[in-house]
């Protein structure tokens, strides 16, 4: 984000010098650029997050090494007072402009409702199970996010989430479907992070859905079902980034991170019907030769508008092609012959993206990841 608030000053300077705008018009440009560059995540931010939970930990901690010795109504008073105190004290820092620590004030009183299920849950010997537990813990901290428009709150409520959607699957390996209910909230939470300006849960929401979907496909391994619904969802979120930006933008509000997404979920979601080892050659090649199409389709319609598009395109086209290599190495008739295409191959590939690279860097600069200082 700084080097591109900086690359569009001198752009700034370069016009008013060329008589392309005004004085004023410059020094509106240039405030406005400040301003977004204000809104974006400080070290200062990442501290103080990272504070709030050592914080609650501590806390937390210290309770339940003293839980015996508390009377049982102290400790249900305790646990009210500490999420009271999070939440209200949050919401009080943030009105006097600490938003940092405000949001981490929010942070401890969602982890200490977190702790107070599992420890009232145990006390009154409520009956119920951790996925249950983590179920209220999400829609819990969702409401609150909802209440205070917290946006970390918003991103908190959507790893509980994801947590839940593995916890009620008994793991990634497990034989259980995901449950089906991680869809409509899903659609909830994407809404609730529209209306607490969260791009990151946004960010974490998508990145779920493919985690639903990998899910899925890990308890149907012999149908490849799933992943091409996949494949073919992410291709056409690629296609309406790129093709209607301005439409996908009044969507999502994601800006240059929606296609990138979108290659990941294409990336992953071919990785997924790779994985199911087809038994005919042909198909594994067919499906290389997808991946690598999709890749180059990639570059060549999203790359020069990102620059983490293209390190995540090229990432993909070297793990193909090793994982070509290590696989189907063995069914080659002439190793030799094979070491010599790959050899060839490469050379090729160095030359592409070196011509790629010097094309895209001729008059680009790296644009804004997100509106007015969204950028996950």
């Known amino acids: 984000m700084a080097s591109y608030v900086n690359n569009v000053k001198a752009e700034i300077t370069r016009w008013t010098?060329?008589?392309?705008?005004?004085?004023?018009?410059?020094?509106?440009?240039?405030?406005?650029?400040?301003?977004?560059?204000?809104?974006?995540?400080?070290?200062?931010?990442?501290?103080?997050?990272?504070?709030?939970?050592?914080?609650?930990?501590?806390?937390?901690?210290?309770?339940?090494?003293?839980?015996?010795?508390?009377?049982?109504?102290?400790?249900?008073?305790?646990?009210?007072?500490?999420?009271?105190?999070?939440?209200?004290?949050?919401?009080?820092?943030?009105?006097?402009?600490?938003?940092?620590?405000?949001?981490s004030l929010y942070m401890i009183a969602a982890a200490a409702?977190?702790?107070?299920?599992?420890?009232?849950?145990?006390?009154?010997?409520?009956?119920?199970?951790?996925?249950?537990?983590?179920?209220?813990?999400?829609?819990?901290?969702?409401?609150?996010?909802?209440?205070?428009?917290?946006?970390?709150?918003?991103?908190?409520?959507?790893?509980?989430?994801?947590?839940?959607?593995?916890?009620?699957?008994?793991?990634?390996?497990?034989?259980?479907?995901?449950?089906?209910?991680?869809?409509?909230a899903a659609l909830v939470l994407w809404v609730l992070s529209f209306w607490t300006g969260s791009p990151y849960g946004r960010v974490l929401i998508a990145l779920s859905l493919l985690l639903y979907g990998t899910l899925l496909t890990m308890t149907q391994q012999a149908s490849p079902i799933v992943p091409t619904v996949m494949a073919s969802l992410s291709v056409a979120v690629f296609v309406f980034a790129v093709f209607r930006p301005g439409l996908a933008e009044r969507a999502a509000r994601l800006?240059?991170?929606?296609?990138?997404?979108?290659?990941?979920?294409?990336?992953?979601?071919?990785?997924?019907?790779?994985?199911?080892k087809f038994e005919q050659l042909g198909t594994a090649f067919f499906l290389a030769v997808v991946v690598f199409a999709g890749v180059i389709a990639a570059l060549l319609t999203g790359g020069r508008e990102s620059r983490r598009l293209r390190r995540l395109a090229y990432a993909g086209f070297a793990v193909e092609l090793i994982y070509l290599y290590a696989v189907y190495?063995?069914?080659?008739?002439?190793?030799?012959?094979?070491?010599?295409?790959?050899?060839?191959?490469?050379?090729?590939?160095?030359?592409?993206?070196?011509?790629?690279?010097?094309?895209?860097?001729?008059?680009?600069?790296e644009p804004a990841d997100m509106k007015a200082g969204e950028t996950p």
Do not use: C
């Open 329 to 365: 190495l063995g069914t080659m008739l002439d190793t030799a012959s094979f070491f010599l295409a790959s050899g060839l191959v490469l050379a090729i590939i160095a030359v592409a993206i070196r011509r790629f690279e010097k094309e895209f860097g001729r008059d680009v600069t």
């Open 113 to 184: 409702f977190g702790a107070s299920i599992a420890l009232i849950g145990q006390m009154y010997h409520i009956t119920g199970d951790e996925v249950q537990a983590i179920a209220i813990w999400a829609a819990g901290t969702a409401f609150a996010s909802a209440m205070l428009r917290s946006p970390i709150l918003t991103v908190g409520s959507v790893m509980l989430a994801a947590f839940w959607l593995v916890s009620s699957s008994n793991g990634i390996w497990s034989s259980a479907q995901p449950s089906i209910w991680f869809l409509p």
């Open 255 to 276: 800006g240059a991170a929606l296609p990138v997404l979108g290659l990941f979920g294409f990336l992953l979601s071919m990785a997924l019907l790779q994985l199911m």
């Open 17 to 103: 010098s060329a008589g392309l705008i005004d004085a004023e018009t410059a020094l509106r440009l240039t405030n406005d650029l400040e301003a977004r560059r204000g809104k974006g995540i400080s070290f200062g931010s990442v501290i103080g997050g990272l504070a709030a939970i050592l914080l609650a930990a501590a806390i937390l901690l210290f309770v339940a090494a003293n839980w015996e010795a508390i009377p049982r109504l102290v400790r249900v008073a305790l646990l009210f007072v500490l999420i009271a105190a999070g939440y209200i004290g949050g919401a009080v820092t943030k009105l006097r402009g600490a938003v940092v620590w405000g949001e």
